[in-house]
């Protein structure tokens, strides 16, 4: 007879198999562009950007695109060395469903979400979306909301982690309407 004991640890790693975990795919690509990348082929991709290094060992391109037919700011983050390794994107809040839907075509289900807000963890890459305060709302307005969606690698986790500053945001245009 098999002890309980064993039945009750076979029956909790049946359900922590790949099996029965939300499966998703950790991108390999990020509007198009390969995770390492360099800034040029960024820029070739959107070359009406605006580029800044942040820190010794950060920088930003900020350019506008759209994903589907929504308008959408991005601020690819690179690390040294390492090219390509994070990825911001802003866009209109009432877009965030469609983001979303876009986002689990793609990926998979998010893992974690609810409350507006997916996220899609591995071993490699991070994605957070949702909604969030537009920066500089000032207190007692009503608060205006932005989509926002976060691809970081774990190369910029690490140099985040380290100490190294994120890219701030460029002096661009503020986010589509």
């Known amino acids: 007879m098999i002890p309980v004991a064993a039945l009750i640890l076979a029956f909790c790693a049946l359900f922590a198999s790949p099996a029965w975990a939300h499966a998703w795919t950790e991108p390999a690509r990020v509007l198009g562009l390969p995770w390492g ?3 040029e082929a960024v820029r ?7 580029f800044w290094e942040d820190t ?24 040294s060395q390492r090219g ?19 986002f689990e075509r793609e990926h998979g289900p998010a893992p974690s979400r609810g409350n507006a807000q997916w996220r899609w963890e591995g071993t490699r890459v991070r994605i957070s979306l949702g909604m969030y305060p537009v920066l500089g709302t000032r207190p007692g307005k009503s608060s205006v909301q932005n989509g926002v969606a976060w691809l970081r690698t774990s190369t910029l986790e690490e140099a985040l982690a380290r100490g190294e500053a994120p890219p701030r945001r460029a002096k661009s245009p503020p986010p589509p309407a």
């Open 37 to 39: 990348a360099s800034v």
């Open 44 to 50: 070739q991709q959107f070359p009406k950007g605006k």
């Open 56 to 79: 010794s060992l950060t920088a930003a391109y900020s350019a506008s695109t759209t994903i589907e037919d929504i308008p959408v700011s991005a601020v690819f983050q690179f690390v």
């Open 84 to 102: 390509l390794q994070g990825l911001t994107l802003r866009f209109p809040a009432s877009r965030l469903a469609k983001i979303a839907a876009r």
